[in-house]
């Protein structure tokens, strides 16, 4: 079975782009535009890993991580941030939110794929 991923990002061709290249390597893939549409979807969909932009209209992808870290539910989800901030305070402040890992725009495609399925290959380890 396709491993699920949660792609939260407001700026329609990044989402695009994204959901192209992880439904061509094989996952499932769900998307959403805001950070609040995420934490919706977070527990409805019950995806193996969330990738989310920071920036984001109605929810930072910060608040949106942290809600997600505090709901028993769903908290054990690895959540990946996927930015253009790469200032090491902006990083910072997405690991403290709860974040697995933090990506930084702009992405190789084939990177991008890579990365995820060696963060899902751990957690499947460690679950």
Same mark, same amino acid.
Request: glycine content about 4%.
């Given at each position: ?31 959403? %535009?805001?950070?609040? @549409?995420?934490? +919706? /979807?977070?527990? $409805? =969909? ?42 090491? %305070?902006?990083?910072? @402040?997405?690991? +403290? /939110?709860?974040? $697995? =890992? ?26």
């Amino acid at each position: 079975m396709a491993k699920k991923i949660l792609i939260a990002e407001d700026e329609p061709d990044i989402r695009a782009l994204i959901e192209f290249t992880l439904k061509f390597a094989g996952f499932d893939v769900v998307t959403v %535009k805001n950070g609040q @549409e995420a934490v +919706e /979807a977070a527990q $409805t =969909e019950f995806p193996d890993l969330i990738l989310m932009d920071v920036r984001m209209p109605q929810m930072t992808g910060y608040e949106a991580c942290a809600i997600i870290k505090s709901d028993p539910e769903i908290n054990h989800i690895p959540v990946v941030f996927l930015s253009a901030k790469g200032q090491e %305070k902006e990083i910072l @402040e997405g690991l +403290e /939110a709860g974040a $697995t =890992e933090y990506l930084l725009k702009p992405f190789a495609p084939d990177e991008l794929t890579k990365r995820i399925s060696e963060l899902l290959d751990q957690y499947s380890r460690l679950n």
